[in-house]
């Protein structure tokens, strides 16, 4: 910031003394020689320099405005006392600052000032070619704000002691022409001026106030006007063909061995497409043969009705003694004749009357009417309701027309255990709708009641008072696993997975989860008729049909794929179409012709012996 004696000896000194003057009173003068002297007249002593503007800028403004317009006066200051015509090339040579900012001062009127002069100075300035300033650029984004010109105004107060005073203009100033660009300076004389018309800009202030445009720096003239940036986004092309990586990648290598020729490569993957249609080929050429070896098996249960109503049905222990019979009995009953041959397979060990399923849903009726029935097993019951054979869709809460049916006989069950302090076990639903469909609901309530009462179903519906009995079965399927199956055996031992992470989901539901419905009602029929023991033979026959599945490196991989929710097969079996609700081992392709070629390929080591003995020695106390 320059001094007074600086303002002394500029070349400009008598330009500045002419433009002020135009700017005061006619009555009162004031030269700079008058500004900078230390005489004391009566006339008022105008003051022209940067110390008395911002003196009086501080009388005048309002407090909450004195310290923002003091702060923007000492960033930058902006001086303009003439016309920018004649003032820069006067001022080339002299060591002023090469930029003066805005100089924010207070607001008030000019007082008796001449408004023509200061509409030619302002048309004169509109007339100036705005030049590129790099230098104002970079300064206006130091800054941080964009400022713009406002109006100039002038008024009479003849109160106020100052000619003018400038306002403090918070927006960016025009762009300052470089001496060297500017157009020859024509002197601004009387109350008249020649210039363009005035143009309008924008009010900003809410007081009159006009802007005094910066002094150009001399430095500027030779800096180039810079084009505005061109900014276009990337479009993107894609090509409709391989890409460059498609065309040169190895598909039939991994990546850490070295790559093959391109030839070798495509051969290979030829040879793997061969591979996978005739692999296709052999699965579709192996479901048809199942396919027509179930056929043939449903017609010759219909051909042997007759030896089932006259030979079967009368003396149904018949099949004990003739190896005919039985094998006639695992190849699976006659629809029509399934209920009376349930009823007589399980029997009736306890002893249950015919009213017994009438008296036990009273009861239930009378505690869901009172509100005495436990409100927990009524909500596992809906739960698990709401889950049981969702193929087949007529056990439905909503639509299902056996929903009721299935209820009520779930709640008598339940009142029926109550003498024993037991309550519902997750899984008795799918046990109720199966007898349900295939017979009424008093007989069905009987062969359920002693069904469960079988040692190992009584121990896995038993709850915690029965837990020693569960571990000794687990420990007899592990010997069995063992002696089958060593192989996966040590593959589960490595994985440290007992069967107690799988064997529970199976033989509460006997399989109803996880195994296709057609397959189940097959099992249930042996099941029935040979006990416990071939409970365990079809468990190590799943086992089996799974077993090129169960050697994964993961353990979670592995219980994934026991609970029947591998993700990759989940894929697969939506690609082919089959169906996710029908068991959940459906989607590794177990179906009942696959499961009994493994349980028939067991008769080779299976001995009811074995099963006896293990029994006796993990469990003597049945």
């Known amino acids: 910031m320059y001094n007074q004696h600086d303002w002394a000896a500029d070349d400009g000194q008598a330009v500045i003394q002419e433009r002020v003057a ?9 030269y700079l020689d008058d500004a900078f002297s230390d005489g004391e007249d009566i006339e008022p002593n105008y003051e022209f320099s940067l110390t008395a503007i911002r003196a009086d800028l501080a009388r005048a403004i309002s407090s909450s405005q004195e310290d923002e317009v003091l702060r923007g006066a000492e960033e930058s200051l902006d001086v303009d006392t003439a016309d920018s015509n004649t003032l820069a090339p006067s001022l080339e040579g002299s060591q002023l600052h090469a930029k003066f900012d805005s100089v924010s001062l207070s607001e008030g009127p000019i007082e008796n000032g001449s408004t023509s002069a200061r509409e030619g100075d302002r048309t004169d300035a509109q007339s100036e070619p705005e030049v590129a300033d790099d ?47 500017l157009p020859p300076s024509t002197p601004t004389t009387g109350d008249d001026s020649e210039g363009p018309a005035e143009q309008p800009h924008p009010q900003t202030a809410s007081s009159t106030s006009f802007h005094l ?9 030779s800096s180039p006007q810079r084009p505005p940036p061109n900014h276009k986004a990337h479009k993107v092309t894609r090509s409709s063909g391989p890409s460059t990586f498609e ?19 495509q051969k290979h993957m030829a040879n793997w497409e061969d591979m996978m249609k005739r692999s296709r080929a052999a699965e579709e050429k192996r479901k048809m043969a ?10 010759q249960i219909e051909q042997s009705l007759y030896i089932w109503e006259k030979v079967i049905l009368p003396d149904w222990k018949i099949v004990y003694r003739n190896p005919a019979m039985r094998e006639l009995w695992w190849a699976g009953i006659p629809t029509k004749l399934r209920a009376p041959m349930w009823e007589r397979a399980v029997g009736n060990a306890l002893a249950l009357s015919k009213d017994a399923y009438r008296i036990c849903l009273a009861r239930a009726k009378r505690a869901l009417a009172s509100g005495t029935f436990p409100t927990t097993s009524l909500g596992l019951i809906d739960q698990d309701v709401q889950s049981t054979l969702p193929s087949l869709h007529i056990f439905h809460p909503d639509s299902g027309p ?6 009520d006989m779930l709640c008598a069950w339940v009142v029926s255990r109550s003498d024993e302090g037991l309550g519902y076990v997750q899984g008795t639903a799918r046990i109720a709708a199966m007898i349900l469909i295939n017979m009424s609901a008093g007989p069905g309530f009987i062969v359920m009641k002693n069904l469960l009462e079988r040692h190992c179903m009584r121990s896995f519906y038993g709850g915690l008072s029965t837990k020693d009995d569960v571990e000794g079965y687990y420990r007899i399927f592990d010997t069995l696993l063992a002696d089958g199956m060593p192989k996966i055996y040590f593959n589960f031992k490595q994985h440290h997975i007992s069967p107690s992470a799988y064997l529970q989901d199976w033989i509460i539901p006997l399989f109803l989860d996880h195994l296709p419905f057609e397959a189940c009602v097959r099992l249930w029929d042996v099941i029935l008729l040979e006990g416990d023991a071939f409970l365990y033979r079809a468990s190590l026959a799943i086992l089996a049909v799974l077993e090129s599945r169960l050697f994964f490196p993961d353990r979670q991989e ?21 169906p996710l609700n029908d068991g959940k081992y459906n989607i590794y392709g177990l179906d009942e012709e696959t499961l009994w070629d493994r349980i028939d390929l067991m008769n080779d080591w299976w001995k009811e012996s074995t099963w006896t003995r293990l029994l006796h020695r993990e469990l003597p106390d049945v």
């Open 22 to 30: 135009k700017t005061l009173p006619q009555t009162t003068l004031c």
């Open 135 to 181: 230098w104002h650029e970079q300064d206006d984004t130091r800054h941080g704000s964009a400022l713009e010109p406002e109006h100039r105004a002038v008024s009479s107060d003849e109160s106020h002691p100052y000619p003018a005073t400038v306002e403090a203009n918070l927006e960016t100033p025009p762009p300052t022409p470089s001496p060297s660009e």
């Open 213 to 221: 445009p910066p002094v150009a720096s001399p430095s500027a003239a």
């Open 247 to 265: 065309k040169v990648v190895n598909r039939t290598r991994p990546p850490f061995l070295p790559p093959k020729s391109r030839d070798e490569d």
């Open 290 to 299: 199942l396919q027509e070896r179930r056929l043939a098996r449903e017609l």
């Open 402 to 407: 056996m929903y009721e049916e299935l209820k």
């Open 558 to 578: 592995l219980l994934d794929l026991l609970r029947g929710e591998n993700k990759a097969a989940l894929e697969v079996a939506r690609r082919d179409g089959r």
